[in-house]
């Protein structure tokens, strides 16, 4: 009976790590090596921006940690984007930081203590 029991435990812990998976989110993003085809900083290679921007739209999907937000337009009609990296945590409260930031560069309008 005891070896039975023993069995089904043994068992049930190895069934455990052959289903659970194995491969966490982060471990499924791309490199940009894999997505541009060479590594960065290659002599003789630029990224081209449309890849680029491609490639961090896809990291935002991927990802809860990146937000990408689009600021408008470059003189060559190009997206110019600001991305923001930081925990889900932060990035849910951007504003409230936003607003922190801006207090602490220009304190003129926070009371005296």
Known sequence: MKTKKLLFIFLSVLSFFFLYPTVSPAQQIPTPEAFFGFRMGTDRKLARWDKMVDYYHMLEEMSQRI???????????????????????????????????????????VAQA
């Open 67 to 109: 937000k990408v937000e689009n600021m408008g337009t470059t003189t060559l009609d190009n997206p110019f984007l600001a991305l923001y990296i930081s925990s889900p945590d932060n990035l849910a409260r951007l504003e409230e930081i936003r607003q922190h930031n801006a207090t602490l560069s220009d304190p003129r309008g």
